[in-house]
């Protein structure tokens, strides 16, 4: 993550334990539960939070789990969804990762 005045970049996020790198389920739902999870973490101790992320960009492994990937994202961010990109690719570097997220959020003042 990278913090730049009041802008905040985070990128190549799995759905992974903070502090062990395990991967946490099995399912592009848990996964992109567990991602927005540290997310969220992340932007707290920057002064920010899930409802000042401003852009988002996914990467599945495989599309036919967009709908997975959509449910939890919107229970995350729920009535202020940022705005969002999704990418097919063909691997993602830590195994067993159904996706990665990049972000983009500003801080609270």
């Not at 903070?18 to 932007?43: C, F, H, N, P, W």
């Not at 969804?81 to 959020?105: E, Y």
Request: proline share 3%; aromatic share 8%.
């Amino acid at each position: 993550m990278i913090r730049v005045g009041n802008m905040i970049w985070g990128s190549a996020l799995a759905g992974v334990e903070a502090g062990t790198g395990i991967l946490v389920g099995d399912t592009a739902y848990e996964q992109t539960r567990q991602t927005l999870k540290l997310v969220s973490g992340m932007l707290y101790e920057s002064g920010s939070g899930l409802h000042f992320v401003v852009s988002v960009t996914v990467y599945l492994k495989d599309i036919a789990d967009f709908a997975e990937m959509n449910r939890a994202y919107i229970e995350a961010f729920g009535e202020c969804q940022p705005t969002r990109s999704v990418v097919s690719v063909v691997d993602i570097p830590k195994p067993g990762a159904k996706l990665t997220m990049n972000f983009v959020a500003v801080t609270k003042d």
